[in-house]
């Protein structure tokens, strides 16, 4: 193997690459699968959401401490990761692969079950991948300039896995179903993960320290005041990310009028542009720092949500996403490099590396966003009548409006004022996060 590919920035972004493609397509295209093409009610679903998130609590936090305990000659990450991969794989094929039978009124309750069993089982293979594979980037790249390199490089990866994700899922799942389509993704994951999993290595120094206890471990993560402030603000921004991805395909047939064969056109704008504009970020988050590019990215997410509301046809659609994308690409590159900063303060006041501990609670905070989107969608789809795509109610078209540009604006508000909040801290030897 070439030693300028192990841990190369190049190679752990195509991790990112290859469990984003299935996620992204579970995020966008889950609700649109059950709700409009089976017929789930957006109730069952939402409530669906909400035991999850109550498992999620317990699980994801423990398998970050688990993780960070873990003592093998492969390190504490890469075991996690090989285990998750044959799970993650099936289960992404069975959420897209509901047994006939199982669709309509009649079979809601059976529906229902099946969703929330292989939700609770998929996402949990999905907490494994994710804690160990985010825990990785502050071992692996040190400094604010290295991250902000390999988070930029990383983020481009990823919005090629989002692309593919979203614009790419509807032509898949039209030519072959999706079944199909989950199949397809699944042998997708499997080969890249496997490449990236070759080339990374661990540094053996992270292993060498002893690990906190259990309630030691959780009492000095949650003590951190700059922790909670940081991730409940992302959390509301990461609220946007999964409405942008999941109401577009709802947002082109209710409010633009497109039919289901543009959607990918739409989807396309918003994640195609954003490729480009990582490197705009890039160097915004050099120029102002940590601190200032990611309150920067926060208010720019915002405002730019606003065209989608006067958006009324597929050329005006795209315009707005193009909008859009330039501020869903902030809030890509630059959390990371004030996350780093973070969890490298901790270690120094602690004497370990605790990424597995971090990733995981903050993950956790930030996947409670995934419910917070889901209730919105129940809330709004209350307001205007929308059940089902077998009963869409006498408004759809504004429910979808609102769920695509009002609510997401006024979420990043929200996102943006708990970040004043965050207080800046010098490390020894260095400057403070905005510098």
Not at 139 to 149: I, P
Not at 404 to 412: A, D, H, Q, R, Y
Request: aromatic content about 14%; proline content about 5%; glycine content about 8%.
């Amino acid at each position: 193997m070439s030693s300028k590919r192990v841990n190369s920035t190049f190679m752990y972004a195509l991790g990112m690459f290859a469990i984003m493609v299935p996620s992204q397509a579970f995020t966008s295209f889950y609700s649109y699968y059950y709700v409009e093409k089976l017929g789930l009610g957006i109730g069952l679903a939402t409530l669906a959401r909400s035991v999850y998130l109550v498992w999620d609590a317990v699980n994801q936090p423990l398998l970050g401490y688990w993780s960070d305990r873990t003592r093998s000659p492969r390190g504490r990450r890469k075991p996690w990761l090989y285990g998750g991969l044959p799970a993650f794989a099936i289960l992404f094929v069975l959420m897209f692969s509901v047994p006939p039978g199982l669709s309509g009124a009649s079979a809601a309750g059976e529906l229902f079950w099946w969703f929330l069993i292989v939700l609770i089982l998929f996402e949990s293979a999905s907490s494994v991948l994710w804690v160990n594979y985010g825990s990785l980037l502050p071992e692996l790249f040190a400094g604010a300039a290295l991250r902000a390199k390999a988070s930029a490089v990383q983020q481009s990866f990823q919005m090629l896995a989002i692309l593919i994700g979203t614009a790419a899922t509807p032509l898949l799942f039209k030519a072959v179903g999706f079944s199909g389509m989950s199949v397809a993704y699944a042998a997708l994951f499997l080969l890249c993960m496997l490449v990236f999993l070759k080339h990374l290595q661990e540094s053996p120094a992270a292993r060498v320290p002893s690990p906190l206890p259990l309630r030691q471990a959780f009492r000095e993560t949650l003590r951190n005041r700059n922790f909670w402030i940081f991730h409940l603000a992302n959390s509301f921004a990461q609220t946007v990310n999964g409405l942008l991805s999941s109401m577009i395909p709802f947002y082109a047939k209710y409010a633009l009028h497109i039919p289901e064969s543009q959607v990918s056109i739409l989807l396309a704008s918003v994640f195609v542009s954003v490729i480009p504009l990582v490197a705009v970020w890039y160097l915004i988050a050099r120029r102002l720092g940590g601190l200032r590019s990611w309150r920067l990215s926060l208010a720019v997410y915002g405002v730019t949500a606003i065209p989608l509301w006067f958006a009324g046809s597929l050329g005006t659609g795209i315009a707005a996403g193009i909008s859009i994308g330039f501020g869903l690409a902030g809030f890509l590159v630059t959390p990371a490099v004030l996350n780093g900063h973070i969890i490298d303060q901790d270690a120094e006041r602690t004497g370990r590396r605790r990424e597995g501990v971090y990733t995981a609670v903050g993950g956790f905070i930030n996947r409670s966003s995934g419910l917070i989107a889901a209730v919105a969608f129940w809330i709004v789809g209350r307001m205007f009548g929308y059940v089902s795509g077998h009963d869409p109610g006498p408004d759809p078209e504004q429910a979808f409006r609102w769920l695509i540009s009002l609510v997401p604006l006024g979420l990043m508000a929200v996102s943006l004022a708990i970040s004043l909040l965050y207080r800046e801290e010098k490390r020894h030897g260095e400057q403070k996060a905005d510098s």
